[in-house]
């Protein structure tokens, strides 16, 4: 199995910026895409970016577009997702997922991290 683990949450104030991370336990034998999502109370989980295995292609939410940039890091079997100009409304717990295959066995699948809590005060 992989564990993915999510760190770099926190409380920030409106205007700063926060570097989330997300690490996997092992690395994958193939991968698909890598991305981050986030859900905030009462609300669907959503979106927020996703980087292909090349890492030539990158996807954003509408309302992240500008102020986050996600990127990876192979060597480290590491993804993040930097976030400036935050805003009240980027408050929710970010979860990071892949989609690959852990050994080239087993079916493609989406694996999910614990998620981590950020918080944007105004």
């Known amino acids: 199995q992989v564990q993915l683990v999510e760190s770099g949450g926190g409380l920030v104030q409106a205007g700063g910026s926060l570097r989330l991370s997300c690490a996997a336990s092992?690395?994958?034998?193939?991968?698909?895409?890598m991305g981050w999502y986030r859900q905030a109370p009462g609300k669907q989980r959503e979106l927020v970016a996703a980087?292909?295995?090349?890492?030539?292609?990158?996807n954003y939410a509408d309302s992240v577009k500008g102020r986050f940039t996600i990127s990876r890091d192979d060597a480290k079997n590491t993804v993040y997702l930097r976030m400036n100009s935050l805003k009240p409304e980027d408050t929710a717990v970010y979860y990071c997922?892949?989609?690959?295959?852990?050994?080239?066995?087993?079916?493609?699948?989406?694996?999910w991290g614990q998620g981590t809590q950020v918080t944007v005060s105004s």
């Open positions: 997922a892949v989609n690959g295959k852990i050994d080239y066995k087993v079916r493609l699948n989406d694996y």
């Open positions: 092992r690395s994958f034998f193939s991968i698909i895409s």
């Open positions: 980087i292909t295995n090349s890492g030539r292609r990158t």
